[in-house]
């Protein structure tokens, strides 16, 4: 499990550190652990690496919440977690999705027992698949892996990581499966997930080094869906 912590304080750093070490022995668990002392050190290496992000609300410049609502537009299934002495502004938390989080001063019965609710969210976030009856068989594909689905004639074709799964189907049945994931239908041929659009032009967006078409009746609400998703409201 990946474990980034962000925190302006040190000891505060030092100390989420070692009670992660300790609950990964306790449960078992391999943990790999990063610290930032700050959002902006954060974000110029962030490259959706992680699993659970701990984040301190009350920092210089960009605070907690901002930080994770930037990290929402580039990654809506990071499981983010609040580490602050400021409760009240825990409710804003649910801008952001965050699960949980934990007053400060840390104390580790409480500590351990939000972090095994993250980590159960984390590794569901991480195992969710659909199962696809293929031309060639049967396939179990994990969500996160689909960059889109095209449709051409009577055939689905599912472009993942580079692998492209022929299933016969209809494209509105893909479409009414997986829009609650966060996939977009932005023309008649094209389901796209949205986590892996990299860019938005005029008339197109690309997705995994694929350039396709918006439909122009589509295209505000396309935007408007897009936004509220990246900022983790709609997700």
């Known amino acids: ?14 100390q989420i550190d070692a009670m992660l070490r300790r609950l990964g022995e306790e449960e078992q668990m391999k943990v790999n652990i990063s610290a930032y002392d700050g959002p902006a050190p ?6 959706n690496q992680y699993d659970i992000l701990l984040i301190d609300v009350d920092m210089p410049g960009m605070n907690g919440i ?11 299934y990071v499981t983010i977690m609040f580490v602050t ?4 502004y825990a409710i804003y938390g649910y801008d952001v999705e965050a699960i949980d989080y ?3 001063p840390v104390a580790y019965p409480e500590f351990s ?3 095994k609710k993250a980590v159960r969210i984390a590794k569901n976030k991480q195992n969710l698949k659909v199962v696809l009856t293929t031309t060639e068989g049967v396939r ?10 095209e449709s051409n004639s009577h055939y689905l074709y599912y472009h993942v990581k580079g692998e492209i799964l022929k299933v016969r189907d209809k494209i509105a049945n893909a479409e009414e499966e997986l829009t609650k994931y966060g996939f977009y239908r932005i023309n008649n041929g094209y389901l796209v997930n949205m986590k892996k659009i990299t860019y938005i ?5 690309t997705v995994d080094g694929d350039n396709l078409p918006v439909a122009r009746q589509r295209r505000v609400d396309f935007l408007r869906t897009f936004s509220l998703y990246s900022s983790g409201i709609g997700g």
């Open 1 to 14: 499990m990946r474990f980034c912590i962000i925190d302006d304080d040190a000891y505060i750093r030092g």
């Open 66 to 76: 901002e930080m994770a609502k930037v990290i929402r537009k580039r990654d809506p």
């Open 42 to 47: 954060f974000l110029d290496e962030y490259e």
């Open 140 to 149: 179990s594909v994990k969500l996160y892996d689909i960059g889109y689905v």
């Open 102 to 104: 934990v007053l400060k």
């Open 201 to 205: 032009g005029k008339t197109d967006v």
């Open 85 to 88: 002495n400021l409760a009240q």
């Open 113 to 115: 027992q939000k972090l």
